[in-house]
Every structure is written in structure tokens, then in C-alpha cells.
């Protein structure tokens, strides 16, 4: 039984066995037949061709876009802080955060009554400095008509001196007599300087008096304005940010209560590389004022926000590169309202207007900054092309030398230098798509 089953297997083999080699044999047999054939050998592999989308190249003029972001910020803010020591007795009902005020508004206001007794004390000193300036005027009143009075007397003197003389010379007259006019005489010039010396301390004093005046009004406006300041008021129409404050709280000076921020005066901080600023310069090396347009992520598209750029930083800061530059918002423009300093947006400039150029796929530029451009015979050829602006995922080129000529927008690794297409525009559909093999194919 085992015999005839080990039989039976080995009949099995011998039959798969002839049966293969009849197929090789009839497979070689058709082979050689074929290749000695009328037909001679088989011919060479038919050239590959492979389908490519082209691009028809239609030179115009392009205003570039560059898309950047950045962070709005308040162009006026006003930081509100306290110019006098007290105690917070009232606070407006408006003085908190996100409240809108206006101009001039009260905010709120310190205890008074310090102020209110410093302002009765510089009232009181200036009567005083007022008074003692009259008392003052009034002594020098009396001191020109004191010295009118000692210079009258003192011409009395002198003539009665003259008379002596004039007696004393006729022999009528003794020389006591003289003497004795003469020291009335000395007497009253004495008396007569001794009264300018009094004018003139009196008009000094006038003086004095005056310039204690000057200091009791200073120091009245002085103590009227810390009464005033007792009372704080907004200096701008806003928005409140950053309120800390309640009744009863104790502040010092030039502490600071808040800020107001004019949410109608917006601005974007854009930081650029330094390509990217150099393409927003004009022919002097100044900023152009370019237009920008703002984009805040989750806002209407039909909501306009135009601005346009500004100036540019005054310096790059520290661990910073490239440039900041400023784009102001218009304060007309629509949606300006949703807007808040601090927040993220995208920001879309529009360069200087290009003229002979062409807006093509970034995957039509090689590395060596090529494209396969469209020859006879659907031949590629490899032609040098001036990249001026990269855009998304487009880039603008030059397209002065390739006007009028298709070029590939989707370069791949089957693609090249000599290499026949069956090229695709725009619009039409491809018959068929060829496949590289790994080697050619046989007629």
C-alpha cells in the first residue's frame, strides 16, 4: 500500500514536470518564430512621454500683495494718575473698566477739606501781604511829604544864616549869631537826609511788600489748583483700562488709577524681515505710504479695515531683527470698532505695481531659479527667469523674454531638459496619463 501511494506520487511529479517543460518549449519556439519572422527583430522602446500642466505666459502689470501680521495698538493713551495724597470719597459710576467716557468727565474725587484749609490759609496770607503793601505805599506817602517838609526848613535856615552874614558884615550882627545859624543850618540838612534815607526804606519796603504779594497770589493759585486737582477728571474720550480704585481707598501721589484708551486712533505693529521692509521703500530709501488691509480672524470678510504704513521704528531692539513698522488705521474705516489693542492680525500690503510681469504656481520655479518652458516638438527647455515677489504659494516673475510661451507649473523628477510632454491647459482634460517604467517599453 505504501508502495503504490510513493508511485503514484512520483507519476504525479513526472507529469507536472513534462508539462513544463512543453510550455517552455512552446514559448521559446513562438519567441524565435517571431524574432526570424518577416518582420525582422523587435524595434527599439517608443520614446516616453509624460503629461504636464502648462501655463501660457501673458506678460501684464501686477501690484504685488505681501501678507504679514502683527498686533494692534492705542495710538492715544492717557494714564490716569492721582497729582495729590488723600482719600477717594466719590467714584463715578462710568470709572470702570470698559466703560466709555468723555472728554472732561469726573472720575472721581479725594477727600477736600485739606485742600479746602490750605486755600483759607493762602487766602488769609495774601490779605496780610496785601495789607502791609498798602500799610507800605502809605509810609512812603508820608515820607516824600516828611522830607518836602525838612527841605522847606532847611531853606528857612539858610536864609536866616544870610541874613546873620549880611548883619554881621554892617557890623549889626554878632559872630554867635552867625555860628548859631549856621549849626540850624547843619541841623537841617541833616534832617533833610535823614528823611530820603527814610523814603528810601520806605519805597524799599513797597518793594518787599510787592514781591510778598506775588508770593501769597502764587501760593493761593497754588492751593485753588490742589483744590481742583482733589477732583479727577478724563482728559480724552475713551475707553477705561486697568481701574484698581474704590471708595475709601488711600492713594499717594502720581499713583497710577487707570488709562483711557481712543479706540478711533488704532494702529498695527508689524514686524518685517529685512527683505520684506526693503521691498516697502521708494526711490529716496523712505517708507511709501502703502495701503495696507487688516484681517482679524473671525471678523466679516465684507467688513473693509484699510490703513496705510506710516513710519518705521526708531531703533530693532534687543533679541529683535529686522524692522517694526507702523501702519495707522483709517478712523473712517468700517469695523474699526471690533478692533482692541492687543489683538492678532493679518495684515495685507500692497507693494509698488510691477509692469511686464507674470503671477505663476511657486512649483513652476526650480532650484536654480529655471522653468521648463514649452519648445518645439513639446520639448522642454530649462530658461533662467528673474524671480521679483514671492506670494503665498505664487510667486511673480519677469516675463519680458518668455512672452507668449507656455511653461510648466508643476515640476516633478520625470521632468526635464529635452523631455517630450503632452501637455495640459488650462480648461482641457488629459486623454491619458503616462506612467514612467522601469525600462522601456517594447514595439
Not at 535823614?194 to 493761593?220: G, Y
Not at 524692522?323 to 489683538?343: I, N, S, T, W
Not at 512672452?403 to 529635452?418: H, K, M, N, P, W
Amino acid at each position: 500500500m505504501r508502495f503504490l501511494a510513493r508511485s503514484l506520487t512520483g507519476l504525479l511529479l513526472l507529469v507536472v514536470t513534462l508539462a513544463l517543460l512543453g510550455f517552455a518549449a512552446i514559448t521559446i519556439g513562438n519567441a524565435a518564430r517571431q524574432s526570424f519572422g518577416p518582420g525582422g527583430p523587435a524595434r527599439d522602446a517608443e520614446e516616453r512621454v509624460v503629461s504636464a500642466n502648462v501655463l501660457m505666459l501673458t506678460p501684464s502689470e501686477i501690484t504685488p500683495e505681501m501678507i504679514t501680521y502683527g498686533k494692534v495698538e492705542a495710538r492715544r493713551t492717557l494714564e490716569l494718575r492721582a497729582r495729590q495724597v488723600g482719600m477717594v470719597v466719590w467714584v463715578a459710576e462710568d470709572f470702570q473698566n470698559g466703560a466709555e467716557v468723555t472728554e472732561g468727565a469726573a472720575l472721581l474725587r479725594l477727600d477736600p477739606v485739606p485742600a479746602e484749609e490750605a486755600l483759607a490759609l493762602a487766602q488769609a496770607d495774601l490779605m496780610e501781604a496785601e495789607a502791609a503793601s498798602a500799610e507800605a505805599v502809605a509810609a512812603v506817602e508820608l515820607a516824600i511829604e516828611d522830607l518836602a517838609a525838612a527841605e522847606a526848613q532847611a531853606v528857612l535856615q539858610r536864609q536866616a544864616l544870610d541874613r546873620q552874614k549880611d548883619l554881621a558884615d554892617r557890623g549889626a550882627g554878632s559872630p554867635q549869631a552867625v555860628e548859631t545859624a549856621e549849626l540850624a543850618v547843619s541841623g537841617a540838612v541833616q534832617s533833610v537826609l535823614s528823611r530820603k534815607q527814610a523814603l528810601a526804606s520806605a519805597e524799599a519796603r513797597v518793594d518787599q511788600t510787592a514781591v510778598a504779594v506775588t508770593r501769597a497770589k502764587i501760593a493761593l493759585g497754588e492751593a485753588e489748583r490742589m483744590l481742583i486737582e482733589t477732583e479727577l477728571r478724563a482728559g480724552l474720550s475713551g475707553r477705561i483700562d486697568g481701574v484698581s480704585v474704590v471708595r475709601g481707598t488711600v492713594i499717594g501721589a502720581n499713583e497710577g488709577l487707570g488709562r483711557i484708551i481712543d479706540p478711533a486712533s488704532l494702529e498695527v505693529a508689524l514686524r518685517l524681515s529685512t527683505a520684506q521692509y526693503l521691498q516697502l521703500l521708494d526711490e529716496e530709501g523712505g517708507l511709501r505710504s502703502s495701503e495696507v488691509t487688516v484681517a482679524l480672524p473671525g471678523l466679516p470678510e465684507a467688513t473693509p479695515l484699510i490703513g496705510r504704513l506710516d513710519r518705521v521704528g526708531a531703533a530693532v531692539g534687543d533679541g529683535q531683527t529686522g524692522r517694526l513698522v507702523y501702519a495707522a488705521l483709517d478712523v473712517v474705516a468700517e469695523g474699526l470698532a471690533l478692533l482692541k489693542p492687543g489683538d492678532f492680525v493679518e495684515v495685507v500690503i500692497a507693494g509698488a505695481p510691477l509692469s511686464n510681469v507674470a503671477l505663476v504656481p511657486a512649483t513652476a520655479i526650480g532650484r536654480q531659479g529655471t522653468v521648463l518652458a514649452l519648445g518645439p516638438e513639446d520639448r522642454l527647455e530649462e530658461v533662467a527667469v528673474d524671480v521679483l515677489r514671492r506670494q503665498g504659494d505664487d510667486v511673480i516673475i519677469a516675463a519680458a523674454q518668455l512672452a507668449g510661451r507656455e511653461i510648466v507649473t508643476e515640476r516633478s523628477a520625470f521632468l526635464g531638459e529635452g523631455i517630450r510632454i503632452r501637455p495640459i491647459r488650462p480648461g482641457a482634460e488629459a486623454s491619458s496619463t503616462a506612467t514612467l517604467p522601469e525600462k522601456p517599453i517594447g514595439g
